[in-house]
């Protein structure tokens, strides 16, 4: 099932049921206050940022089960306000991890170290949640691997299956030439959404996505028999998710 919507997402929650979802991701509004071809941005201010987020974070818990893993990604303007946020609703031992997925782009600034990452936040609703330990592992070098057969290092099958995936995470943008582009601003790689849908959730269940975008997760959902359900208020996104998934 793939339930692509075009509505607010605070709407679209309201009428989901408790405890149903399993997982959720989303690529949030960052605060940068710019008007984006495709969306207005919120303005980084605490109060703007708090009014919009508290009654969706405290709706995407309601609906996530008790098994669930909610993960939202941003960058430094607001994550820590999201982070105090997320703390409050979720729990605070219920953070799992804050994923810095770190890129190479353009841009060299002179009177600061660039800024080449995103922060993910993942947390879950409880203790019981599902984590697929050895579906998010990373290929060895060739020259490393090598090394570690004659050094037994590792039994054969960890060799093969890869190194664990710990939490900085080195994925490649998407450059303006590449293949995967839609044609949508802020569209994230599929190789980052898969590493988080393969990590904290199963075939048959169900993601959710509240900020879609170029629904490179309805996509990847599709790809790796998840259900999917997500909305964007932008008719554009959503003509694009209709059109990624074939529906």
């Not at 607010?8 to 009428?15: P, R, S, V, Y």
């Not at 605060?31 to 508290?54: A, C, M, S, W």
Request: hydrophobic share 30%; with cysteine; aromatic share 12%.
């Amino acid at each position: 099932m793939i339930d692509i919507r075009l509505s607010d997402n605070l709407e679209l929650m309201a009428e989901m049921q408790d405890n149903t979802v399993d997982l959720i991701y989303c690529d949030i509004l960052y605060g940068t206050g710019r008007k984006f071809k495709n969306y207005q941005d919120l303005k980084p201010k605490r109060e703007v940022i708090e009014e919009h987020y508290i009654p969706r974070i405290k709706e995407m818990h309601r609906i996530l089960k008790d098994t669930g893993s909610i993960y939202l990604q941003m960058d430094n303007k607001i994550s820590h306000w999201i982070r105090c946020i997320l703390d409050d609703i979720f729990g605070y031992d219920n953070f799992k991890n804050e994923i810095i997925w770190h890129y190479h782009s353009g841009g060299a600034p002179k009177k600061n170290f660039a800024k080449k990452h995103d922060n993910i936040f993942f947390y879950t609703r409880s203790k019981k949640h599902n984590f697929n330990y050895n579906d998010v592992r990373i290929p060895y070098p060739p020259k490393s691997l090598e090394r570690l057969k004659y050094s037994c290092h590792g039994s054969m099958w960890d060799l093969e299956r890869g190194k664990c995936c710990d939490d900085v995470w080195d994925i490649s943008i998407l450059s303006t030439a590449n293949k995967e582009r839609v044609g949508y601003d802020t569209q994230k790689p599929k190789a980052l959404i898969e590493r988080i849908i393969k990590a904290s959730s199963n075939e048959g269940d169900l993601v959710a996505d509240f900020y879609a975008g170029s629904f490179t997760t309805a996509e990847v959902c599709k790809d790796l028999n998840r259900n999917f359900i997500g909305c964007d208020i932008s008719e554009k996104a959503v003509t694009i998710g209709l059109e990624r998934t074939n529906y």
